[in-house]
C-alpha cells in the first residue's frame, strides 16, 4: 500500500501537522521582520543622528488664488500625515508651458491664471547612504513627484533640491 503525503488525520508523511508547519513558517518571517527592522535598516535606529535640512518642492500651475494657502510657518505633510517640515519661503512665479509654434518649434509660453510655487521647507532629516528620511520615517529626492499637504490645501508637488 502506497503512504500517502497528507494522512487522514491531516499530518504531513504521518508526523507533522499542516498546521504546526504554518505555525513555523510564521514563526519564522516574524523573527525575520524583526531582525530586518532593528538590525539592518539603519534609518529605523533611535541613535542616528539627523541634521536639519532644506529643500525646495515646484508645484507647477497652481490657480493664482490658491497661492493665498501657501504661507511661511505653516508646516507641510505627505498624503500619510507625516510632517515633512516648515515653510520657510514661498516664491510665485509666473507659470509657463512649452507650445507647439506652426513650424513645429517649441517655445516656452505663459500659462494664463496659474502660476509655479517654489515652496522652500526646513526639516530634521537623516541622511543614510546617500538617501534623505526626512523624520527618520519619509524618503525624499529630487525630481520625485510627491502628494503635499498643508492644512489649508492639498497639492502634488516635485522635489527640486535638497541642500545640507
Given at each position: 500500500?502506497k503512504?500517502r503525503?497528507?494522512?487522514?488525520?491531516?499530518?504531513?508523511?504521518?508526523?507533522?501537522?499542516?498546521?504546526?508547519v504554518i505555525?513555523?513558517?510564521?514563526?519564522?518571517?516574524?523573527?525575520?521582520?524583526?531582525?530586518?527592522?532593528?538590525?539592518?535598516?539603519?534609518?529605523?535606529?533611535?541613535?542616528?543622528?539627523?541634521?536639519?535640512?532644506?529643500?525646495?518642492?515646484?508645484?507647477?500651475?497652481?490657480?493664482?488664488?490658491?497661492?493665498?494657502?501657501?504661507?511661511?510657518?505653516d508646516?507641510?505633510?505627505?498624503?500619510?500625515?507625516?510632517?515633512?517640515?516648515?515653510?520657510?519661503?514661498?516664491?510665485?512665479?509666473?507659470?509657463?508651458?512649452?507650445?507647439?509654434?506652426?513650424?513645429?518649434?517649441?517655445?516656452?509660453?505663459?500659462?494664463?491664471?496659474?502660476?509655479?510655487?517654489?515652496?522652500?521647507?526646513?526639516?530634521?532629516?537623516?541622511?543614510?547612504?546617500?538617501?534623505?528620511?526626512?523624520?527618520q520615517?519619509?524618503?525624499?529626492?529630487?525630481?520625485?513627484?510627491?502628494?503635499?499637504?498643508?492644512?489649508?490645501?492639498?497639492?502634488?508637488?516635485?522635489?527640486?533640491?535638497?541642500?545640507?
Amino acid at each position: 500500500m502506497k503512504k500517502r503525503i497528507i494522512d487522514e488525520q491531516g499530518r504531513i508523511f504521518g508526523t507533522i501537522s499542516v498546521v504546526d508547519v504554518i505555525v513555523i513558517i510564521l514563526a519564522l518571517a516574524l523573527i525575520a521582520a524583526v531582525y530586518a527592522k532593528y538590525h539592518v535598516l539603519d534609518k529605523t535606529s533611535s541613535d542616528a543622528p539627523t541634521d536639519e535640512i532644506t529643500y525646495q518642492v515646484k508645484v507647477s500651475s497652481v490657480r493664482l488664488i490658491a497661492t493665498n494657502t501657501l504661507r511661511a510657518g505653516d508646516t507641510l505633510y505627505s498624503s500619510t500625515g507625516t510632517n515633512l517640515g516648515v515653510i520657510t519661503n514661498v516664491d510665485i512665479q509666473d507659470a509657463q508651458r512649452n507650445v507647439a509654434l506652426s513650424n513645429g518649434k517649441l517655445v516656452k509660453g505663459p500659462v494664463e491664471n496659474r502660476c509655479d510655487v517654489y515652496i522652500t521647507m526646513k526639516a530634521p532629516c537623516m541622511k543614510v547612504d546617500g538617501r534623505y528620511f526626512v523624520n527618520q520615517t519619509y524618503e525624499i529626492n529630487v525630481n520625485s513627484e510627491r502628494d503635499l499637504l498643508t492644512k489649508y490645501n492639498t497639492f502634488r508637488g516635485t522635489i527640486v533640491s535638497i541642500t545640507e
